[in-house]
Each structure stands twice: as C-alpha cells, then as structure tokens.
C-alpha cells in the first residue's frame, strides 16, 4: 500500500502550525481574547483576531492581504497596553497599531525595520527596537525619537536572550513602569562574544557564547522620557546571567544566575539610583533549575517561587510549599491578583500536563481534564485553556468566564494524512514511558520488523507525551515503511521531577544510553515483533548526539545509526546550555574529554549516517564536519549529508522530503524494512 505523503505535508502546514491560534492574550477587563492565526491550514500569512466573550463570535483585527503586505509572512510580534485597548504590532518589518475596540489599523512611521513593539500601560505611547536602539513615540505616529542609543558596534538595547529561560513566550528586553513614565531597559554589550565557529565555506560575523568562552555583558537600566536614568548594579561578576527582569506594582526587579548556575537570586530595583537588594535566592549542589513564569510576585506582593523537595518540584508562596508531594511543576501560567495559574504533572503520569489554580483561601484546584498536555493563561477572571491531545495536532482552546457559557477559538489546521495508534508502555525497574509505532499494515505474527529507536533524549523536550505533535507522526511515517519505531524518555528529559532531571549532571551520554538500551531490550521482551538483531537509532539535536553516542558505545545493541544536527565536541556549544550540565571546561576538562564523542571516532563499528543544515544557528556545523574528519582519520566509513541554507529544524522546509527519503533508504539498506507491502500477512514479512 502506498505511504501517505506526510513530508509534503509537514511543509505545506509548517509542521501543522498554519490555521492554529497561538500567542493569545486576554484583555484587561477579561472580555476579549486575542491571537494570531492564518486563515487555513496551508496559509503562511498570519492574521490578528479577537475573540469577543460576550458575543461569542471572532472578528479580525488585521489581515496582511487587506493591509497589502501579502508578500510578508504576517502579524508577527504584538503587544497589548495593560490598561487601555491599544495593540502594537510588527508586519512586514513596519510597526502598525490597532485599537481592540474597532477601527482599522495603522502604520506608524519609523526609521527601519522594528521588533518588539510594547505601548505603554495607559496606551498613549509605544516603545519598540530598531537598529540596536530602543525609541519611543506616541501612539499618533508623533515625537518618535530613541531614548537608548548603541555607543559601540556590538551593543544593542531592548534584547537579553537568557530571559527566554523565565518568561514563557520568548525573551525580553524591555518593561514598562506601571504608571508608563519610565521604562527597564536591557543593554548587551558583545564586544567579549568570540565569532561563530564557521566551516571555511561560511563568512564571518556572527557572535556565540561557547563553553568556556565569555558571554556577552548584560547591564539593565532605568529610562524615562529623556533616556537612561540610571544603572541597576548587583554583583555582575558573581551573577553574569540575566535570566529575567520585570516591573510591577511593587517596583522593577531582576533576575540574576552565577556563571556556575548553582545560584539564582531574585533583586529588587531602586528606579532612582539603581541600587538591588536581594529578595529571595536559590542554591543547588549541581544546577537551580529555571521555571517559566516565576519568580514573580502576586498583586499583594507574595513572592512565588519553587523549590526542589524530596524529589518533587513544588510551588512556593513566600517560601512556603504550597503544591502536594508527587505534583511535578512545570511552569506558573499566569497570576490574576492573588490567583495563581500553574501547569504540572503528577508523578504517576508524567505524559500529561495539567492546569492548577492556588489561592490561599481554596488551596490547590486542578481545572483540567481528560489524558492531554494542558496549558493556559487568565486575566480579570477569564481562563483560556489550551488542551493538546492524541487525536489532533492543533488541539483545542476553551475560553471560560464567570457566569458565560464556554467559548472555543476555532482552527483551520489541516487534519494529518497519517493516522496514529501508537502503543504506550512502560518499559524496565525505572519505568521508562514509551511509545511504540507499528506499521499500520502490520499483523502479529505475521513475521519480525527491525526496530528504529527514535529518541531525542535531552533536557529540552519530552518526547513520550499525551499530545500529539509532528514528531509523533515523523514516528509513525518511519514505521510505514517497515520499522517498528520506538520512542523512549530517559534520565535527564522533563516531566519525571528534579532527581531525573540531574541524573546527568557531569555526564550527558552515560544514563541517556543505558536508559535506551534498557528500552529497546524490554520492548522486544513484551513483543516479540521486534527483531533486536536489526536495531537502528536516529535523532536530532541532542537527539543526534545521542544516536552517535548510541552506536559508538554500544555496537552491541544498536547497528545503524541517523544523527542529525548533533554537538559532537561538547565545547562547541552553548555555555548557558552545556555548562549547566558538565560545569566549566577550566574546572571540569575531564567531563568534556568524557563527552567528546569525536574522540570516541574510532570505536566506530556500525553504519553511521550524519546530517547538518549548513545555516543551522543552534548547533554549530563544524561539529558534524569535525567528527566526519575524526571518522576519516580513523579509518571508519560513514555517510554525510550537509544541507546548503537549511537551519538546525529542516522538517518543515523545503528540504523535509529529500531529508526523510535520505534516511529511509540508508535504514533500509542496513536494516531491512520495506516501502510498499501487501496488506496480507505473509506480504509483510521480512
């Protein structure tokens, strides 16, 4: 039977991401929900909506073709004045505004291309980068003018990308006072950043913060209309990280992490000479783990922070646990005054992800239901709950207020060619979950299929999830051409609680490999389908890493490899990233030269198949041509396929097709499998 093209697909959607609502944000007075969307599951342009509660009924905002910026990819970046009903946004590199409550946009005249477009809390007036400066004008278009200018080639003002780690929707750079006279500003210095490490065939410019290296100088700012007022000073030596910043009720605050990561401190902001004091700080032996969302404090000023407790990461309300044993927190979603919105996972189900209020009076509620990965936002008593779950990729948006009925924000995502029944299990003495995809044509006893572990292994992702994503279906396409595929979260990957986490702290590849091995053994003891004489392994990113790792280390187990994107020397990577697990490479050499998997080279025994988009701005190329070279050097044959302007995700580009059907016919050459195989079950054999 043929195989549904999935990879057409995945690029016609975007990786199933056009149609769907997304960057939602709710109104100050709770009564309308906004969000951006593209009017099909086909259609790049993003458009602005509202939904508007009291009506139930959607309505656009701004539409690019409407605004003649068709050409562009749509709405980008957009921004709601906290009290008012202004809305900035960015089309087409231009800042344009729209007013929530009627009326048609506006283009808003300025000297080049802008980011991050935020109007102040009243909505007179919009602050936005451009050029390495933060400007200000008013909402008219009027009395634009920069009130934080580079004063060398590698400054910037209004960006500082470690504060990704504790703000949810990406980093930030710039925050308004509540009041809107005065603004705390971000200013990277990169002038100490070393270049990228380029292959010969790439030109120079570009600046990274590799391990051991030094990162760029982050210093914050109080600005008010005439520009910086004064300088935030705390102990930058000690604490080189911003990893998050703000401005409430309660003043302006920074969150500052030591180079080692072991300390996180929360410091209050003086807006009238800079001074900090410390609020609340965190230690750990090996890393403090960052929380998206917190610390924050509430509309009394209760601080919310976590903290890690006999294997439980729990919620904290100035210091106190307020979330029972067993109850993983993920991240804190929102505070609507003292009412507090979190996600987490209960320890006896850790492939879901729930939604919880806190609130002294009734305590911790769980408002989610049903076998999904839940998330959220609320504001002025309206809750928007997001649910993704195993029977579509775009998932569900419920809007609840008070007193209304329920409202759903609708999508217009494309339904996948592929249909999905993996099977979940729980595999060895540390129940790994797991998921096993098997051809959809496949019949027990019909034979065995050779076994593709598909794995990403990492801190940054959980694989094995009650959602269904693209990379569920990737999963499943591998196994419609003759594999059983199977998916396992290990030691180190999200969701198990903060021991898991750090089972990896010094060496990434040791637990990750033996927790792969452990599933693919115990796998095939429950099904006896699975060939364990014909194992292959593939991933990406870490995933990528650990595939080598997988092969290299154990031939035994593995016997064809497909690593993608991979950190082969690991002092090739980011400092932020890398060194939270290993320590600094001055102090720690020997868990580096440990994790080196280019001089692991040699050991090589198994087919080895190694990818690398050549435009990749996460991992460095020279990784993959690095360990290609060590591989030669050493005698040991291996295919590379490098990827001319393909970034570190090609799925979803124009190069997805010819990348699945590199890596389907080199599995298929090692391992067997099959393209196309008769519904009978003596067809399926082999």
């Known amino acids: 039977m043929p195989i549904p093209p999935l990879p057409e697909q995945l690029v016609r959607t975007a990786r199933f991401t056009h149609g769907v609502p997304a960057h939602l944000a709710i109104t100050s007075d709770g009564r309308t929900v906004l969000f951006l969307r593209s009017r099909a599951g086909d259609d790049p342009l993003t458009c602005l909506g509202a939904l508007d509660l009291d009506s139930g009924t959607e309505r656009l905002l701004a539409d690019p073709v409407t605004l003649r910026r068709q050409r562009s990819t749509g709405v980008g970046a ?124 790439e030109a120079p410019g570009r600046r990274f913060a590799a391990v051991g290296t030094p990162n760029a100088d982050v210093t914050l700012w109080i600005a008010g209309d005439n520009g910086l007022v004064a300088q935030a000073r705390w102990d930058r030596e000690g604490f080189e990280y911003v990893v998050g910043a703000g401005w409430d009720e309660h003043g302006p605050y920074v969150v500052v992490q030591s180079r080692d990561q072991r300390t996180v401190r929360l410091l209050s902001i003086d807006p009238g000479d800079g001074r900090t004091t410390v609020l609340h700080e965190q230690r750990d032996d090996r890393w403090v783990h960052l929380v998206p969302g917190i610390p924050v404090r509430t509309g009394s000023g209760a601080l919310l922070a976590h903290a890690d407790l006999h294997g439980t990461r729990r919620l904290t309300v100035d210091g106190v646990p307020v979330t029972p044993t067993g109850l993983q927190l993920r991240s804190v979603l929102g505070v609507d005054g003292d009412e507090v919105l979190f996600a987490a996972s209960e320890s006896a189900e850790p492939t879901e992800a729930h939604v919880y209020s806190y609130g002294r009076t009734a305590g911790v509620l769980r408002l989610s239901s049903g076998p999904a990965v839940h998330s959220g936002l609320c504001r002025a008593g309206t809750l928007v709950e997001v649910e993704r779950g195993a029977d579509r990729p775009d998932g569900r948006i419920r809007v609840r207020r008070s007193g209304r009925p329920t409202v759903t924000i609708s999508s217009y995502a494309e339904q996948p060619v592929l249909d999905v029944h993996p099977l ?56 419609e051409h003759g594999f059983a595929v199977l998916g396992a979260d290990g030691r180190g990957t999200p969701g198990r609680g903060p021991e898991w986490e750090r089972e990896v702290h010094g060496d990434l590849f040791g637990a990750a490999v033996e927790d792969q091995v452990t599933a693919v053994r115990e796998a095939g003891r429950l099904h006896p389908e699975l060939d364990l004489g014909r194992v292959g392994v593939r991933g990406w990113s870490f995933g990528g890493s650990l595939a080598v790792a997988a092969v290299l280390r154990r031939p035994d187990v593995f016997h064809a490899a497909v690593a993608g994107a991979g950190v082969t020397d690991q002092r090739l990577y980011n400092a932020h990233w890398r060194e939270r697990s290993l320590g600094h490479p001055d102090r720690f050499p020997e868990r580096y030269e440990a994790c080196s998997l280019v001089r692991d080279a040699p050991r090589l025994l198994r087919p080895l198949l190694l990818m690398h988009g050549l435009d990749d701005r996460n991992v460095p190329p020279l990784n993959t041509v690095r360990l290609s070279d060590a591989l030669r050097e050493a005698g040991r044959p291996h295919e590379v396929f490098l990827m001319p302007g393909v970034g570190h995700q090609p799925i979803g580009s124009p190069v997805t097709g010819r990348l699945m059907s590199r890596q389907i016919r080199f599995l298929q050459r090692h391992l067997g499998g099959q393209g196309v195989v008769p519904l009978s079950p003596r067809g399926a054999e082999g």
């Open 78 to 201: 957009y921004a709601m004045s906290r009290r008012g009903d202004l809305v900035a946004f960015v089309l087409a590199g231009e800042l344009w505004a729209v007013r929530v409550t009627g009326g048609p946009p506006w283009r808003l005249p300025t000297p080049g291309p802008v980011s991050d477009p935020r109007p102040d809390p009243t909505g007179h007036r919009i602050a936005y980068v451009n050029g390495g400066a933060l400007r200000l004008m008013s909402a008219d278009g009027m009395a634009d003018r920069a009130i934080a200018e580079p004063d060398a080639p590698d400054v910037e003002f209004g960006t500082a990308v470690h504060t990704a780690a504790t703000a949810p929707n990406g980093p930030l750079g710039h925050w308004w006072s509540p009041g809107g006279t005065q603004l705390l500003i971000a200013r990277t210095d990169s002038s100490r950043v070393r270049p990228w490490p380029a292959l010969d065939s």
């Open 424 to 479: 979940g299990l729980v595999l060895g003495p540390r129940e790994l979950r797991a998921r096993l995809h098997l051809p959809s044509w496949f019949r027990a006893g019909s034979g065995q299929l050779p076994v593709l572990a598909d794995p990403y292994g990492g801190a940054a992702v959980q694989r094995v999830t009650a959602e269904l994503d693209w990379r569920v279906l990737v999963s499943q396409w591998f196994a």
